[in-house]
């Protein structure tokens, strides 16, 4: 490691260092033999490191106080060798306590909680060819199907164990490839006490969970899916931190990284601390976590967890509970600030990734640029869409025309962000059930129900994003505890239902007209969002050069036959998906491959069709000039 220099000092003052890292922490010397441990507790009298290399002796190694004001310990410990388990005792008026250190980069497999010294080197990247590309497979006007995964619960293995990092990156990638998703994203991996936090409470936000492996498994788990042609988005999760003994909380013996008035420290919701942002220290440690796993894990995006949390000061709070900031409003100041650094930063070096926001408010411009005025963000999660479409969907169908806006609604808004669509977690947990088990009507009805659900995703504008065990129809809500449900593939309706989303990545990718334009009006067009009594919509949805493709959805389980729709173009229009089909569990009703045109008008069009709408399905038409090549293939 390289000195802490006068620069260094300035800019760990002004919280504008990123790199932290590479000086806070344990850090072993060339060779092996020795290292360097810095940690900053400015509140404290005396630091001491202690571990397996002085037998955990609690005064052995006293750390030193730098001069300059930083309230940095630091110190050297010859006998301290890779692999050594250690912590740091930190002493301070009328007490002290252990504490695990806050930039380890490798750290015991819980419930054991000290840090590990582990060297970041050693592993070789081989993805040299998706690190040069990948401005393509992020760029916005690129498909984006993004598959959410726990990596504790996807898949395990004999006796129910978890897969290790390296285990998980070939099956993984064997599947996320066939299935045709573009990207995954990965609950946090942060180290993380609390297994059934699912790592949204992390205690090591340096350290790869060690559940799973070291950091150069992790490592080869990314390595490997970008040479699979897959990217890799990262949950994080800088809204909070729990208060475990050995973690983040009264570090030094007061509220270092977090706010000191629990109105502003404590977090209601999750019963944690609330990360001090406007201290320039601690805005330091976020911003130098966040490009840390950009730069040493080639990660390329961050979804940014619970940003309305940070936004508001009265977030799930009662009047006299939270404090004004100092225009007396409601906002997070230096949260805004925090998340406009970080994006200027991120953008700033890594142009070819995407930062996500999930943010569940009318907050303006959270995809805007920041010199705009907006948050800066690349995307932003589209959680009106998610609640609105779910609660139609789980409306018994003859009740579904009196909610008919609950389905067209989120197009009026759908351009003022850059959204994803997500169908997340979150919608699978705590009682809710899983998807399948939202939907009304017996199994045949269900099953469709959620074809259509997919398929009303993937055709509107927007990136996508579906939680793991969606694509299989599993019946129970997601449980940590165990792997997803994969018996059910032996049976029909499911191993349909995974058909069908497979089937739906390679259409979508296939077809620009479903991803080329998803921020811009210009790429999509009602043909008829009025059709309340038949709980029918169609639309088009177009790509730069003009080209469209034809989504007609049917949500009541009556076939409607010779439903008129009204087309741009005369000719054959191919009929490329039907969810209806009966490879898919459908019930094969449909219109035999293709429909031909007729001179119109019909509504605004000049030319008709005539359709057979399946029973709660979607079907997908184009134009056959143009079709994709293989569009048969489909």
Same mark, same amino acid.
């Given at each position: 490691?390289?000195?802490?220099?006068?620069?260094?000092?300035?800019?760990?003052?002004?919280?504008?260092?990123?790199?932290?890292?590479?000086?806070?922490?344990?850090?072993?010397?060339?060779?092996?033999?020795?290292?360097?441990?810095?940690?900053?507790?400015?509140?404290?009298?005396?630091?001491?490191?202690?571990?397996?290399?002085?037998?955990?002796?609690?005064?052995?190694?006293?750390?030193?106080?730098?001069?300059?004001?930083?309230?940095?310990?630091?110190?050297?410990?010859?006998?301290?060798?890779?692999?050594?388990?250690?912590?740091?005792?930190?002493?301070?008026?009328?007490?002290?306590?252990?504490?695990?250190?806050?930039?380890?980069?490798?750290?015991?497999?819980?419930?054991?909680?000290?840090?590990?010294?582990?060297?970041?080197?050693?592993?070789?990247?081989?993805?040299?060819?998706?690190?040069?590309?990948?401005?393509?497979?992020?760029?916005?006007?690129?498909?984006?199907?993004?598959?959410?995964?726990?990596?504790?619960?996807?898949?395990?293995?004999?006796?129910?164990?978890?897969?290790?990092?390296?285990?998980?990156?070939?099956?993984?990638?064997?599947?996320?490839?066939?299935?045709?998703?573009?990207?995954?994203?990965?609950?946090?991996?942060?180290?993380?006490?609390?297994?059934?936090?699912?790592?949204?409470?992390?205690?090591?936000?340096?350290?790869?969970?060690?559940?799973?492996?070291?950091?150069?498994?992790?490592?080869?788990?990314?390595?490997?899916?970008?040479?699979?042609?897959?990217?890799?988005?990262?949950?994080?999760?800088?809204?909070?931190?729990?208060?475990?003994?050995?973690?983040?909380?009264?570090?030094?013996?007061?509220?270092?990284?977090?706010?000191?008035?629990?109105?502003?420290?404590?977090?209601?919701?999750?019963?944690?601390?609330?990360?001090?942002?406007?201290?320039?220290?601690?805005?330091?440690?976020?911003?130098?976590?966040?490009?840390?796993?950009?730069?040493?894990?080639?990660?390329?995006?961050?979804?940014?967890?619970?940003?309305?949390?940070?936004?508001?000061?009265?977030?799930?709070?009662?009047?006299?509970?939270?404090?004004?900031?100092?225009?007396?409003?409601?906002?997070?100041?230096?949260?805004?600030?925090?998340?406009?650094?970080?994006?200027?930063?991120?953008?700033?070096?890594?142009?070819?990734?995407?930062?996500?926001?999930?943010?569940?408010?009318?907050?303006?411009?959270?995809?805007?640029?920041?010199?705009?005025?907006?948050?800066?963000?690349?995307?932003?999660?589209?959680?009106?869409?998610?609640?609105?479409?779910?609660?139609?969907?789980?409306?018994?169908?003859?009740?579904?025309?009196?909610?008919?806006?609950?389905?067209?609604?989120?197009?009026?808004?759908?351009?003022?962000?850059?959204?994803?669509?997500?169908?997340?977690?979150?919608?699978?947990?705590?009682?809710?059930?899983?998807?399948?088990?939202?939907?009304?009507?017996?199994?045949?009805?269900?099953?469709?129900?959620?074809? &259509? #659900?997919?398929?009303?995703?993937?055709?509107?504008? %927007?990136?996508? !994003?579906?939680?793991? /065990? +969606?694509?299989? @129809?599993?019946?129970?809500?997601?449980?940590?505890?165990?792997?997803?449900?994969?018996?059910?593939?032996?049976?029909?309706?499911?191993?349909?239902?995974?058909?069908?989303?497979?089937?739906?990545?390679?259409?979508?990718?296939?077809?620009?007209?479903?991803?080329?334009?998803?921020?811009?009006?210009?790429?999509?067009?009602?043909?008829?969002?009025?059709?309340?009594?038949?709980?029918?919509?169609?639309?088009?949805?177009?790509?730069?050069?003009?080209?469209?493709?034809?989504?007609?959805?049917?949500?009541?389980?009556?076939?409607?036959?010779?439903?008129?729709?009204?087309?741009?173009?005369?000719?054959?229009?191919?009929? &490329? #998906?039907?969810?209806?089909?009966?490879?898919?569990? %459908?019930?094969? !009703?449909?219109?035999? /491959? +293709?429909?031909? @045109?007729?001179?119109?008008?019909?509504?605004?069009?000049?030319?008709?069709?005539?359709?057979?709408?399946?029973?709660?399905?979607?079907?997908?038409?184009?134009?056959?000039?143009?079709?994709?090549?293989?569009?048969?293939?489909?």
């Amino acid at each position: 490691m390289r000195s802490f220099s006068e620069l260094d000092v300035y800019l760990f003052k002004q919280g504008r260092h990123t790199r932290l890292y590479e000086f806070l922490g344990g850090h072993l010397a060339e060779g092996g033999s020795g290292a360097h441990f810095a940690v900053w507790a400015p509140n404290a009298t005396a630091v001491f490191v202690v571990g397996d290399f002085n037998h955990w002796h609690g005064e052995a190694n006293p750390l030193s106080l730098r001069p300059d004001g930083t309230g940095i310990w630091e110190g050297w410990v010859p006998k301290a060798r890779q692999g050594h388990r250690y912590k740091y005792r930190i002493c301070w008026p009328g007490g002290e306590g252990l504490r695990a250190d806050p930039f380890a980069v490798h750290a015991e497999t819980p419930p054991a909680t000290a840090s590990i010294l582990w060297p970041l080197a050693g592993h070789f990247w081989e993805d040299g060819q998706w690190m040069e590309s990948r401005r393509y497979a992020n760029a916005l006007d690129a498909p984006m199907a993004i598959y959410e995964v726990h990596l504790g619960s996807w898949r395990r293995g004999p006796g129910g164990r978890w897969l290790s990092y390296r285990e998980m990156a070939h099956e993984l990638a064997d599947y996320v490839a066939s299935m045709g998703f573009t990207h995954v994203e990965l609950l946090p991996v942060a180290e993380h006490p609390f297994y059934g936090s699912w790592g949204y409470q992390a205690t090591g936000y340096f350290a790869p969970t060690s559940r799973y492996g070291t950091p150069q498994d992790f490592m080869y788990l990314v390595d490997y899916l970008h040479r699979r042609g897959i990217g890799v988005i990262l949950d994080w999760v800088p809204g909070h931190f729990p208060t475990d003994a050995h973690g983040l909380a009264w570090f030094d013996g007061t509220a270092l990284y977090e706010h000191a008035d629990p109105r502003q420290g404590f977090h209601p919701d999750w019963k944690s601390a609330i990360f001090n942002y406007g201290r320039y220290e601690v805005a330091g440690f976020l911003l130098s976590n966040a490009l840390y796993w950009l730069r040493e894990y080639h990660i390329d995006g961050l979804r940014v967890d619970g940003v309305a949390s940070m936004l508001y000061l009265d977030y799930s709070r009662k009047p006299g509970e939270w404090v004004p900031n100092r225009y007396g409003g409601r906002e997070n100041l230096e949260a805004i600030q925090l998340l406009r650094t970080l994006n200027t930063l991120v953008y700033g070096e890594f142009p070819d990734v995407q930062t996500i926001a999930e943010e569940s408010t009318a907050w303006p411009m959270v995809s805007r640029p920041v010199y705009l005025g907006g948050l800066g963000f690349g995307l932003k999660w589209n959680m009106g869409w998610m609640h609105d479409t779910l609660r139609y969907m789980s409306l018994d169908p003859i009740f579904r025309k009196y909610h008919h806006n609950q389905l067209t609604f989120a197009i009026w808004y759908a351009f003022t962000e850059n959204f994803v669509l997500p169908l997340s977690h979150d919608e699978v947990v705590h009682g809710k059930g899983s998807l399948l088990g939202k939907l009304p009507g017996d199994i045949w009805q269900k099953m469709a129900g959620l074809r &259509l #659900l997919l398929a009303y995703m993937y055709t509107l504008p %927007g990136k996508k !994003l579906l939680f793991m /065990g +969606a694509e299989i @129809a599993q019946w129970q809500e997601w449980n940590h505890d165990e792997q997803l449900d994969w018996v059910l593939l032996e049976f029909p309706f499911h191993s349909g239902v995974q058909r069908f989303v497979r089937h739906l990545n390679r259409l979508y990718r296939a077809l620009p007209a479903l991803h080329q334009v998803d921020f811009d009006p210009a790429g999509f067009q009602w043909e008829n969002c009025f059709d309340s009594e038949q709980s029918v919509v169609s639309f088009f949805r177009r790509d730069k050069e003009g080209r469209e493709v034809l989504v007609v959805l049917n949500a009541t389980p009556v076939p409607r036959h010779e439903y008129i729709v009204g087309v741009p173009r005369p000719g054959v229009w191919r009929e &490329l #998906l039907n969810s209806d089909a009966a490879w898919y569990g %459908g019930s094969n !009703l449909g219109n035999a /491959g +293709a429909v031909t @045109a007729w001179e119109g008008p019909v509504r605004e069009f000049p030319y008709g069709v005539h359709l057979t709408l399946p029973p709660l399905a979607a079907v997908v038409l184009c134009h056959e000039g143009c079709c994709p090549p293989d569009w048969g293939a489909m």
